[in-house]
T-cell receptor
Framework: ELKVEQNPLFLSMQEGKNYTIYCNYS?????LYWYRQDPGKSLESLFV?????AVKQEGRLMASLDTKARLSTLHITAAVHDLSATYFC??????????????FGKGTKLTVNP | NAGVTQTPKFRVLKTGQSMTLLCAQD?????MYWYRQDPGMGLRLIHY???????AKGEVPDGYNVSRLKKQNFLLGLESAAPSQTSVYFC?????????????????FGDGTRLSIL
């Protein structure tokens, strides 16, 4: 059974600082997603990582995937208040193809303080 | 450009009542999903569908039924609501589900339905 763990679950940081959110998963998968959720809102797709070594960047966020270590990271550079949200990683549990049965981590609630 | 639309947005039920949540997508997606989100739990898959007329169980299917009579619609039913089913329900759809295509399309989510069961 696939398990996905994120840490930290809560992160309070100052504007301008850097930090990394970690996503570990327990079984083989080469498809990982990062989503953002604002309070009371839907989930917004940030990154899709499809292979070992994949790295994607959008603005102050950069995501990477190491399938051998079963680890993805979401790095925040020079945080700004607008990045305050909950971030989820999700891993495709179906290693033999078929549906995208995603297993989500519990989320990291990020608060960026002035 | 509606994307994924969920109806209703809010609902309060009494224990034992039944109701149906509707999800509609206008992106011609094959795959559709129902999740529930509870505080501190992330999202958990209830049921999913890989095409019109098909459904399958996810991680937490007990107490729910689903139907996919039309490609664009995916219905989630609660036959006899229980307080443990108080949650936010999200519907999602995706363009494909297989590894035959290495498309980078993620699942697209609706705005959610907040359901309270008293």
């Amino acid at each position: 059974e696939l398990k996905v763990e994120q840490n930290p679950l809560f992160l309070s940081m100052q504007e301008g600082k850097n930090y990394t959110i970690y996503c570990n998963y327990s079984t083989t998968s080469d498809r990982l997603y990062w989503y953002r959720q604002d309070p009371g809102k839907s989930l917004e797709s940030l990154f899709v990582l499809l292979s070992n070594g994949a790295v994607k960047q959008e603005g102050r966020l950069m995501a990477s995937l190491d399938t051998k270590a079963r680890l993805s990271t979401l790095h925040i550079t020079a945080a700004v208040h607008d990045l305050s949200a909950t971030y989820f990683c999700a891993v495709d549990s179906n290693s033999r193809g078929g549906s995208e049965k995603l297993v989500f981590g519990k989320g990291t609630k990020l608060t960026v303080n002035p | 450009n509606a994307g994924v639309t969920q109806t209703p947005k809010f609902r309060v039920l009494k224990t034992g009542q039944s109701m149906t949540l509707l999800c509609a997508q206008d992106m011609n997606h094959e795959y559709m999903y129902w999740y529930r989100q509870d505080p501190g739990m992330g999202l958990r898959l209830i049921h999913y569908s890989v095409g019109e007329g098909t459904t399958a169980k996810g991680e937490v299917p007990d107490g729910y039924n689903v139907s996919r009579l039309k490609k664009q619609n995916f219905l989630l039913g609660l036959e006899s609501a229980a307080p443990s089913q108080t949650s936010v329900y999200f519907c999602a759809s995706s363009a494909h589900g297989g590894r035959t295509s290495y498309s980078n399309q993620p699942q697209h989510f609706g705005d959610g339905t907040r359901l309270s069961i008293l």
